[in-house]
Protein backbone atom coordinates (compact mmCIF):
# COMPACT_ATOMS: atom_id res chain seq x y z
CA UNK A 1 0.00 0.00 0.00
CA UNK A 2 1.07 3.48 -0.91
CA UNK A 3 -0.30 6.49 0.30
CA UNK A 4 0.67 9.89 -1.34
CA UNK A 5 -0.24 13.00 0.90
CA UNK A 6 -0.46 16.62 -1.23
CA UNK A 7 1.05 19.49 -0.53
CA UNK A 8 -0.40 21.73 -2.65
CA UNK A 9 -2.09 24.99 -1.94
CA UNK A 10 0.09 26.17 0.63
CA UNK A 11 4.02 25.82 -0.41
CA UNK A 12 2.98 26.71 -4.01
CA UNK A 13 0.58 29.49 -5.86
CA UNK A 14 -3.31 28.62 -5.16
CA UNK A 15 -4.39 25.31 -6.28
CA UNK A 16 -6.43 26.61 -9.26
CA UNK A 17 -3.08 27.17 -11.77
CA UNK A 18 -1.21 24.02 -10.56
CA UNK A 19 -3.52 21.70 -13.70
CA UNK A 20 -1.14 24.33 -16.15
CA UNK A 21 2.79 23.60 -16.66
CA UNK A 22 4.32 25.37 -14.27
CA UNK A 23 6.43 28.43 -15.73
CA UNK A 24 9.19 28.59 -14.02
CA UNK A 25 11.12 25.81 -12.27
CA UNK A 26 10.85 25.88 -8.40
CA UNK A 27 13.05 24.21 -5.89
CA UNK A 28 11.40 23.34 -2.69
CA UNK A 29 13.33 23.04 1.38
CA UNK A 30 11.63 20.30 3.56
CA UNK A 31 12.08 18.40 6.86
CA UNK A 32 10.65 15.97 8.69
CA UNK A 33 10.08 16.36 12.56
CA UNK A 34 12.03 13.93 15.11
CA UNK A 35 9.02 11.89 15.50
CA UNK A 36 8.08 11.46 12.26
CA UNK A 37 4.29 12.98 12.64
CA UNK A 38 5.22 16.18 10.42
CA UNK A 39 7.01 17.32 7.45
CA UNK A 40 8.22 21.17 7.44
CA UNK A 41 8.06 22.27 3.71
CA UNK A 42 8.64 25.58 2.13
CA UNK A 43 9.37 26.89 -1.74
CA UNK A 44 12.79 27.82 -1.54
CA UNK A 45 12.64 32.01 -2.14
CA UNK A 46 9.24 32.01 -0.87
CA UNK A 47 7.79 33.44 2.34
CA UNK A 48 5.86 30.74 3.41
CA UNK A 49 6.61 27.36 5.87
CA UNK A 50 3.59 24.99 6.39
CA UNK A 51 4.20 21.80 8.63
CA UNK A 52 1.78 19.09 7.38
CA UNK A 53 0.33 16.32 9.02
CA UNK A 54 1.40 12.92 7.85
CA UNK A 55 -1.26 10.84 9.66
CA UNK A 56 -4.08 13.11 8.79
CA UNK A 57 -2.89 14.93 5.66
CA UNK A 58 -4.19 18.48 6.64
CA UNK A 59 -1.92 21.44 7.86
CA UNK A 60 -1.17 21.98 11.07
CA UNK A 61 0.63 25.41 10.82
CA UNK A 62 1.30 28.13 8.31
CA UNK A 63 4.03 30.28 9.06
CA UNK A 64 4.02 33.85 6.86
CA UNK A 65 8.38 34.43 7.94
CA UNK A 66 8.62 37.58 6.24
CA UNK A 67 11.31 37.01 4.33
CA UNK A 68 12.91 34.77 1.38
CA UNK A 69 13.21 30.86 2.76
CA UNK A 70 16.96 29.58 1.78
CA UNK A 71 17.06 26.57 4.32
CA UNK A 72 15.40 25.10 7.32
CA UNK A 73 15.83 22.61 9.86
CA UNK A 74 13.50 20.95 12.48
CA UNK A 75 15.26 20.35 15.77
CA UNK A 76 13.51 19.18 19.02
CA UNK A 77 9.76 21.17 18.96
CA UNK A 78 10.93 23.98 17.34
CA UNK A 79 11.76 24.97 13.16
CA UNK A 80 14.63 26.67 12.46
CA UNK A 81 14.21 28.86 8.90
CA UNK A 82 17.51 30.65 7.23
CA UNK A 83 17.16 33.53 5.20
CA UNK A 84 19.91 35.15 3.78
CA UNK A 85 20.21 37.81 7.01
CA UNK A 86 18.24 36.43 9.73
CA UNK A 87 17.54 32.92 11.29
CA UNK A 88 14.15 32.33 13.27
CA UNK A 89 13.08 29.47 15.07
CA UNK A 90 9.37 28.74 15.85
CA UNK A 91 7.73 26.32 17.88
CA UNK A 92 6.11 23.70 16.48
CA UNK A 93 2.07 22.98 17.19
CA UNK A 94 0.95 21.01 19.46
CA UNK A 95 -2.81 19.06 19.64
CA UNK A 96 -4.04 21.83 21.14
CA UNK A 97 -3.53 24.18 18.54
CA UNK A 98 -6.85 23.85 15.73
CA UNK A 99 -5.26 22.63 12.45
CA UNK A 100 -4.52 25.26 9.81
CA UNK A 101 -3.59 27.51 12.11
CA UNK A 102 -1.34 30.99 10.95
CA UNK A 103 1.32 32.58 12.54
CA UNK A 104 3.81 35.62 11.47
CA UNK A 105 7.47 36.51 12.38
CA UNK A 106 6.47 38.37 15.69
CA UNK A 107 5.58 35.13 16.61
CA UNK A 108 9.17 33.94 16.17
CA UNK A 109 10.52 32.18 19.43
CA UNK A 110 14.23 33.40 18.63
CA UNK A 111 15.54 35.52 15.85
CA UNK A 112 19.27 36.00 15.09
CA UNK A 113 20.66 38.49 12.58
CA UNK A 114 23.47 36.91 10.40
CA UNK A 115 25.91 40.00 10.97
CA UNK A 116 29.31 41.06 10.07
CA UNK A 117 29.06 39.41 6.60
CA UNK A 118 28.69 40.94 3.34
CA UNK A 119 27.33 38.86 -0.05
CA UNK A 120 25.43 38.88 -2.74
CA UNK A 121 22.68 36.41 -4.00
CA UNK A 122 22.98 33.26 -1.99
CA UNK A 123 22.78 30.26 -4.04
CA UNK A 124 21.67 27.75 -1.28
CA UNK A 125 21.56 27.09 2.24
CA UNK A 126 21.62 24.63 4.97
CA UNK A 127 21.16 24.20 8.70
CA UNK A 128 22.93 22.03 10.88
CA UNK A 129 20.97 19.01 12.17
CA UNK A 130 21.27 20.68 15.87
CA UNK A 131 20.77 24.25 14.68
CA UNK A 132 24.72 25.10 15.47
CA UNK A 133 25.69 26.57 12.32
CA UNK A 134 24.04 27.95 9.07
CA UNK A 135 26.19 27.66 5.85
CA UNK A 136 25.58 29.47 2.48
CA UNK A 137 26.90 29.64 -0.92
CA UNK A 138 27.44 32.91 -2.46
CA UNK A 139 29.31 35.25 -4.78
CA UNK A 140 31.52 31.76 -5.52
CA UNK A 141 32.35 31.39 -1.95
CA UNK A 142 30.95 28.61 1.22
CA UNK A 143 30.18 30.84 3.98
CA UNK A 144 29.26 29.77 7.55
CA UNK A 145 27.61 31.42 9.90
CA UNK A 146 27.03 30.83 13.88
CA UNK A 147 23.09 30.26 14.42
CA UNK A 148 22.91 30.64 17.77
CA UNK A 149 25.02 34.32 18.01
CA UNK A 150 25.03 35.34 14.46
CA UNK A 151 28.85 35.19 13.99
CA UNK A 152 30.20 35.10 10.73
CA UNK A 153 32.66 32.48 11.16
CA UNK A 154 34.37 32.33 7.18
CA UNK A 155 34.41 31.69 3.91
CA UNK A 156 35.95 29.15 1.19
CA UNK A 157 35.89 29.18 -2.17
CA UNK A 158 33.34 27.36 -3.82
CA UNK A 159 33.32 28.90 -7.47
CA UNK A 160 31.00 25.90 -8.94
CA UNK A 161 29.23 25.48 -6.06
CA UNK A 162 25.53 25.30 -6.45
CA UNK A 163 24.64 23.41 -3.54
CA UNK A 164 25.41 23.04 0.26
CA UNK A 165 24.75 20.46 2.96
CA UNK A 166 25.33 19.06 6.52
CA UNK A 167 26.39 15.47 7.02
CA UNK A 168 24.37 13.69 9.28
CA UNK A 169 26.67 14.27 12.23
CA UNK A 170 26.70 17.82 12.09
CA UNK A 171 30.60 18.19 11.51
CA UNK A 172 31.23 17.94 8.04
CA UNK A 173 29.65 20.45 5.22
CA UNK A 174 29.22 19.14 1.80
CA UNK A 175 29.37 21.12 -1.19
CA UNK A 176 28.20 20.07 -4.38
CA UNK A 177 29.19 21.54 -7.95
CA UNK A 178 27.50 21.83 -11.29
CA UNK A 179 29.99 18.60 -12.22
CA UNK A 180 28.11 16.80 -9.62
CA UNK A 181 31.38 16.34 -7.73
CA UNK A 182 30.95 16.87 -3.31
CA UNK A 183 33.47 18.22 -1.65
CA UNK A 184 33.74 17.92 2.29
CA UNK A 185 34.78 20.35 4.40
CA UNK A 186 35.11 20.11 8.34
CA UNK A 187 33.28 22.27 10.72
CA UNK A 188 34.80 23.78 13.80
CA UNK A 189 38.32 25.05 15.14
CA UNK A 190 40.62 27.50 12.96
CA UNK A 191 40.05 28.35 9.92
CA UNK A 192 36.20 27.42 10.71
CA UNK A 193 35.93 25.40 7.40
CA UNK A 194 39.09 23.11 6.81
CA UNK A 195 39.00 20.79 3.66
CA UNK A 196 39.21 17.16 4.84
CA UNK A 197 40.75 16.83 1.50
CA UNK A 198 37.58 14.26 0.08
CA UNK A 199 35.77 14.58 -2.72
CA UNK A 200 33.03 11.97 -4.25
CA UNK A 201 30.79 11.75 -7.01
CA UNK A 202 27.31 11.86 -6.06
CA UNK A 203 25.16 8.57 -6.35
CA UNK A 204 28.54 6.52 -7.72
CA UNK A 205 30.54 6.82 -4.87
CA UNK A 206 29.23 6.78 -0.99
CA UNK A 207 31.38 8.39 1.75
CA UNK A 208 32.23 7.03 5.45
CA UNK A 209 29.10 8.92 7.18
CA UNK A 210 26.94 7.59 4.57
CA UNK A 211 24.51 9.58 2.42
CA UNK A 212 21.87 11.91 4.45
CA UNK A 213 19.07 11.26 2.33
CA UNK A 214 19.31 7.28 3.07
CA UNK A 215 16.24 5.81 4.99
CA UNK A 216 16.30 4.52 8.27
CA UNK A 217 14.21 1.80 7.33
CA UNK A 218 16.08 0.67 4.78
CA UNK A 219 14.18 1.44 1.88
CA UNK A 220 15.96 2.82 -1.27
CA UNK A 221 15.66 4.32 -4.89
CA UNK A 222 17.39 2.37 -7.99
CA UNK A 223 17.37 3.85 -11.05
CA UNK A 224 12.79 4.80 -11.54
CA UNK A 225 11.97 1.93 -8.67
CA UNK A 226 11.45 2.74 -4.33
CA UNK A 227 12.61 -0.67 -2.99
CA UNK A 228 11.62 -2.08 0.07
CA UNK A 229 13.92 -3.38 3.43
CA UNK A 230 13.61 -6.41 1.31
CA UNK A 231 14.79 -5.50 -2.17
CA UNK A 232 10.83 -5.88 -3.50
CA UNK A 233 10.25 -3.53 -6.10
CA UNK A 234 6.98 -1.17 -4.57
CA UNK A 235 6.93 2.04 -6.84
CA UNK A 236 7.87 2.76 -10.41
CA UNK A 237 8.41 6.72 -10.00
CA UNK A 238 6.74 8.25 -13.27
CA UNK A 239 9.43 10.58 -14.70
CA UNK A 240 8.62 13.67 -13.50
CA UNK A 241 9.22 12.59 -10.21
CA UNK A 242 12.39 10.96 -10.87
CA UNK A 243 15.73 12.89 -9.24
CA UNK A 244 18.69 12.39 -8.01
CA UNK A 245 19.43 11.62 -4.22
CA UNK A 246 20.26 14.99 -3.21
CA UNK A 247 16.36 15.90 -3.94
CA UNK A 248 14.35 13.27 -2.01
CA UNK A 249 14.59 13.41 2.06
CA UNK A 250 14.07 10.23 3.78
CA UNK A 251 12.07 10.18 7.52
CA UNK A 252 11.27 6.14 7.62
CA UNK A 253 8.69 4.69 5.41
CA UNK A 254 8.25 8.62 4.54
CA UNK A 255 10.09 9.70 1.15
CA UNK A 256 9.44 13.23 0.20
CA UNK A 257 10.88 14.35 -3.44
CA UNK A 258 11.64 17.72 -4.36
CA UNK A 259 12.62 17.35 -7.97
CA UNK A 260 13.41 20.54 -9.62
CA UNK A 261 10.45 21.60 -11.69
CA UNK A 262 7.62 19.91 -9.68
CA UNK A 263 4.85 22.62 -9.19
CA UNK A 264 5.04 20.88 -5.45
CA UNK A 265 6.90 18.91 -3.38
CA UNK A 266 5.60 14.77 -3.02
CA UNK A 267 5.38 13.04 0.02
CA UNK A 268 5.04 9.26 0.06
CA UNK A 269 3.80 6.56 2.89
CA UNK A 270 5.40 3.56 2.43
CA UNK A 271 3.54 1.55 4.82
CA UNK A 272 0.48 2.81 5.62
Known amino acids: MIQLWHT ?4 TPPSSTLTRAPQRAKNFVLDFSPDGKLAVVAMQKGDTVTALDLKSGIPRLTIDVGMEVRGLRVVGNTIAVSGSRKVLR ?3 PTDH ?3 DSAVGPQESSLAVNLGGWQVGRVIHASISPECHHVAFIADGFLHICDASTGKYLGRECADTGVMVWFAPDGCDIWCVNDRDIVKVWRVGGWPALESVGQTFRLELECPPAGYPWVSSHGYRVDDC ?6 GKRLLML ?5 SDGVHRVWKGQFLALL ?8 ILDLNP
Open 259 to 266: RRGLPEPV
Open 90 to 92: FYL
Open 97 to 99: RPP
Open 8 to 11: RGFA
Open 225 to 230: WVLGPD
Open 238 to 242: PPHWQ
